[in-house]
């Protein structure tokens, strides 16, 4: 594994891992950092935020870093679920393509594209993912297009063109998986069993128009305990972007997820881990 080969390499190099031994404090004088038992020139602090803490990940790091001058902004989960008010459980597990929309109040503030999960909490996926790093206290409003490939004229027009004697519920069933559309049309207050056909102008519309923009209340998220990343950290503007290195405290350096970086679904900040830590070793190592 990748993890195997750099334990290889670092034992090939006389790298000395001490493991268990959890820091509280970290100190410089005279020159030198005090770490828990031991003394160094250079010190490198990667120790991650506070998600997905199965993993270790406590957050004592912010305290490290604070104790040293350091800021650290306001912290919140992010690549996580979204809990709703409404009730889901009807639609749990099933995957929409889908745009979605992130509104407080009538202010727009993050919008992705994708699939998303429904669950029995509320809403998942990756487009939910990314919007979540926008979801801190209090409620949004999330707006999701499950028709996205489509004009709202495109699939009124397609829904009209259908059997006038077909059940609406099946209409649908061309356009989104079935449960959703029995979902739909419960939140619009149409009988699934309902003729397209009897149906007036109105009542598609308003059946196309909720497919279009089915709103639910967001009240929070899943936790640090499910979030793939943190969000927020220590200040950048107090690091030098080109070594790493703290511009309060020479010898210090940080990498990875401690620092107030992130990004959407797809490997970015897998990537901002692996190019920190990598500037921040050479940096450390070589001046």
């Known amino acids: 594994s990748v993890l195997d080969a750099l334990r290889f390499e670092a034992d090939r190099l006389g790298v000395k ?9 970290v100190k410089k ?7 828990g038992e031991n003394t160094a020139r250079k010190v490198i602090i990667c120790t991650g935020g506070c998600a997905s803490p199965s993993q270790g990940s406590d957050g004592s790091g912010f305290g490290l870093l604070k104790s040293l001058g350091h800021r650290v902004t306001d912290i919140h989960p992010g690549l996580v679920q979204l809990t709703v008010e409404e009730n889901t459980k009807p ?9 979605v929309i992130l509104k407080a109040g009538e202010k727009r503030i993050d919008k992705s594209n994708g ?25 949004y409003d999330c707006s999701v297009d499950v028709l996205p490939s489509c004009t709202f004229v495109k699939a009124v027009e397609f829904l009209k063109s259908m059997s006038s004697e077909m059940p609406v519920e099946n209409a649908l069933a061309g356009m989104m998986p079935r449960k959703l559309g029995q979902y739909i049309l419960k939140r619009v207050g149409i009988n699934s069993g ?6 007036n102008e109105k009542t598609i519309e308003k059946i196309i128009g909720t497919a279009k923009n089915l709103i639910f209340t967001v009240n929070g998220t899943m936790g640090f305990k499910n979030a793939q990343i943190t969000v927020g950290g220590a200040e950048v503007s107090e690091f030098n972007p080109k070594t790493m290195e703290s511009k309060l405290v020479s010898g210090l350096y940080c990498a990875g997820e401690i620092l107030n970086v992130d990004s959407v679904c ?14 921040a070793g050479r940096s450390a190592a070589f001046k």
């Open 266 to 279: 797809g490997g970015f900040n897998l990537q901002w881990a692996w190019a920190s830590g990598l500037l």
């Open 17 to 25: 891992f001490i493991c268990e031994n959890h820091i509280d404090c």
């Open 194 to 199: 309902a003729e397209v056909g009897k149906l």
């Open 115 to 139: 699939e998303v999960l429904f669950t029995d909490y509320g809403l998942s996926g990756i487009s939910i993912m990314d919007i979540s790093r926008s979801v801190g206290n209090g409620k």
């Open 91 to 99: 639609i749990k597990g099933i995957r929409a393509k889908a745009n």
């Open 29 to 35: 004088e005279n020159g030198l950092f005090s770490v």
